[in-house]
């Protein structure tokens, strides 16, 4: 398996523009989590499903930020307008079984995000 | 609200001595405590979890200790060398957030040759 895959690697978009990041999590895995990385903050869980359905949204910091899962392998994390604050390494990880908390968290290799 | 304090936020130590990270955890039931590393520019992986049904865990130069009753856990790396420079995440899972991981704010570990 070639793991969780984020794309782009890399985003540099003009503020007030949209941006969408796609993941594609490992074959089989229940769960999928959107992560935040900035020095400030750092790890910030913004969003995971289970099953393609989402769970907890409470991270997300606001409704400019949406989230889908249409079906097992595919998830996307939006901003819509996007700001400079949001620039930040967005991850996605998986995990293989319904005990989520208890398992290993794969990682993608993550999305750098610069907004301009 | 619940938290994971961990520290220090950055390490030096020489190539060959021993580097030890803590947290502290605020939720008396979790149960779950994985470490993170993750190198520059690229993913967090796991190096080593442990559950609270046991003291310590180890694997080669790394081990893991977990003290239920003061609710802190602690990394240990032995012999370290240039290749485990990296920034170390500890987290927890919290009972008060459904069980999902807190996150330690991260240890900027610096081997010195």
């Known amino acids: 398996d070639a793991g969780v895959i984020q794309s782009p690697r890399h985003e540099v978009t003009e503020m007030g523009q949209e941006v969408t990041l796609r993941c594609k999590p490992i074959?089989?895995?229940?769960?999928l989590f959107w992560y935040r990385q900035t020095m400030m903050r750092g790890l910030e869980l913004l969003i995971y499903?289970?099953?393609?359905?989402?769970?907890?949204d409470s991270g997300m910091p606001e409704d400019r930020f949406s989230a889908k899962m249409p079906n097992a392998s595919f998830s996307t994390l939006k901003i819509q307008p996007s700001e400079p604050r949001d620039s930040a390494v967005y991850f996605c990880?998986?995990?293989?079984?319904?005990?989520?908390?208890?398992?290993?968290?794969?990682f993608g290799q993550g999305t750098r995000l610069t907004v301009v | 609200g619940e938290n994971v304090e961990q520290h220090p936020s950055t390490l030096s130590v020489q190539e060959g001595d021993s580097a030890v990270i803590k947290c502290t955890y605020s939720d008396s039931a979790s149960n779950y405590f994985p470490w993170y590393k993750q190198e520059l520019g690229k993913r967090p992986q796991l190096i080593i979890d442990?559950?609270?049904n046991v003291g310590e865990k180890k694997d080669q130069r790394i081990a893991v200790t977990l003290n239920k009753t003061a609710k802190h856990f602690s990394l240990h790396i032995t012999e370290t060398q240039p290749e485990d420079s990296a920034v170390y995440f500890c987290a927890a899972s919290m009972v008060d957030s459904n069980y999902q991981l807190i996150w330690g704010a991260g240890t900027k570990l610096i081997i010195k040759p």
């Open positions: 442990i559950r609270s």
């Open positions: 499903f289970n099953n393609n359905v989402p769970i907890d």
């Open positions: 990880a998986s995990s293989p079984r319904g005990a989520s908390w208890n398992t290993e968290a794969f």
């Open positions: 074959s089989g895995h229940d769960y």
